[in-house]
């Protein structure tokens, strides 16, 4: 089965909770870019044509030792997408070839 591209929102909002967003790109992200603003706040930012999703430090003030783990983290898992994305590009190019 074949989806055309999309990205899904949704919220929860449960009694007693904190209010919860959820943003999934199933659509090409146009642009992932990583900047420090004038007042010394890195951000990073991924947009596609429906969403934009931006991340920065705790409270949009001073680099505390949670942001950077959380910098860790994004760096980590988005070096296994790229890891992956790779992988499957190349098993499905040599798939294509063989069936050729």
């Keep these: 089965m074949t989806h055309g591209p999309?990205?899904?929102?949704?919220?929860?909002?449960d009694p007693g909770e904190r209010l919860r967003i959820g943003i999934s790109f199933y659509a090409s992200i146009n642009r992932a870019r990583a900047r420090v603003l004038e007042s010394g706040r890195p951000y990073l930012v991924l947009e596609s044509d429906e969403a934009d999703v931006t991340?920065?430090?705790?409270?949009?003030?001073?680099?505390t030792a949670d942001d950077l783990d959380i910098a860790r983290q994004i760096f980590n898992a988005a070096a296994r997408y790229?890891?992956?994305?790779?992988?499957?590009?190349?098993?499905?190019?040599?798939?294509?070839?063989?069936a050729a």
């Design 6 to 13: 999309y990205t899904h929102v949704s919220m929860s909002i």
């Design 55 to 63: 991340v920065s430090t705790t409270g949009a003030g001073r680099v």
């Design 82 to 98: 790229l890891a992956d994305c790779e992988r499957l590009h190349a098993e499905h190019a040599q798939a294509t070839e063989s």
